[in-house]
């Protein structure tokens, strides 16, 4: 009896202990989930930029909206970088994805607010296009 009683106590405990341990799918794919919005949602940024900033004369307000957005873009990018670089993040294929994000959003960056001088522009199209 003592064994029927004891086998039945310890297999209800195992039972419980893996249900505590057992983390939902719904929590564990929350970090690949999110920084798979975040890499999309910079990238639809960047097609407004294309839009509204790139191939039209901006207002004022769209100017300023655009390099605020943009700094805070890639400020967390980097945050989540850090993030996403550590050796025990559950997917190593995000590193590829936030170290890309960061790449397109830090060349917006330079070619809108920090434009190569044309003196340089001029030197270098000369050197690759000769006359």
């Not at 605020?68 to 559950?90: C, E, I, Q, Y």
């Amino acid at each position: 009896m003592f064994s029927v009683l004891f086998g039945m106590a310890t297999s209800a405990t195992v039972t419980h202990q893996e249900e505590i341990t057992r983390i939902p799918e719904s929590i564990s794919d929350l970090p690949r989930e999110q920084v798979e919005r975040w890499c999309t949602a910079c990238q639809e940024f960047l097609n407004w930029e294309r839009e509204h900033i790139l191939k039209r004369t901006p207002s004022d307000e769209e100017s300023r909206q655009h390099k605020t957005t943009l700094k805070w873009l890639l400020r967390l990018t980097r945050l989540m970088g850090a993030a996403v670089s550590d050796p025990d993040f559950p997917d190593r294929k995000m590193v590829q994805m936030i170290e890309m994000t960061v790449w397109k959003l830090n060349d917006s960056w330079k070619m809108i607010y920090e434009p190569m001088p044309d003196a340089d522009a001029q030197k270098l199209l000369a050197e690759v296009f000769p006359e």
